[in-house]
């Protein structure tokens, strides 16, 4: 059964702001399978500090001859939106299961023998003056925080 369509803006925010971070963690997830520091791709979904920790990350794995496969399993929920009336940010809590987004060396071998697992992610969404929304800053939390 599809999902009710989305009529107030506060409904409308929580989708856009949630597709915003989900889609900033799949393309950071393609962007790490060559540690594509410069993905131009990455700025739809994240700007400012966000976008800085992702693209930071990113040319460390390059530097360090790093890339990743798969990517995360997302589990997003929106904890405010503010203000309800007319919303320009969005804070959202995520579970993020890592454990099929694991680090590789160049020739292949698996970078540690850590297993990946889930993570607890803080994150806030913006509105932008171009109508999109995108992930402004992030934290992550240790293995098993959630």
């Known amino acids: 059964m599809p999902s009710p369509k989305a009529t107030s803006p506060a409904d409308i925010a929580r989708q856009d ?15 790490s ?3 594509d520091w410069q993905a131009t791709y ?13 693209t930071g990350d ?7 001859g790093l890339v990743a496969k798969g990517e995360p399993v997302n589990h997003p929920r929106v904890t405010s939106v503010n203000p309800p009336g007319a919303p320009t940010s969005v ?10 987004w694991l680090q590789y060396r160049a020739d292949g071998s698996l970078l540690d ?6 993570r607890r992610i803080l994150a806030e969404a913006q509105l ?18 959630c």
């Open 17 to 31: 702001a949630v597709a915003a971070y989900v889609g900033m963690w799949k393309a950071d997830a393609q962007a």
């Open 33 to 35: 399978h060559t540690s």
């Open 42 to 54: 990455l700025s739809r979904y994240a700007s400012g500090d966000a976008l800085q920790v992702l």
């Open 58 to 64: 990113l040319y460390a794995d390059h530097l360090n």
């Open 91 to 100: 804070r959202i809590e995520d579970c993020a299961d890592g454990r099929n």
């Open 113 to 118: 023998d850590t297993p990946g697992g889930t």
């Open 128 to 145: 932008h003056t171009d109508g999109l929304w995108r992930v402004t800053q992030f934290g992550v939390g240790d293995l098993a925080s």
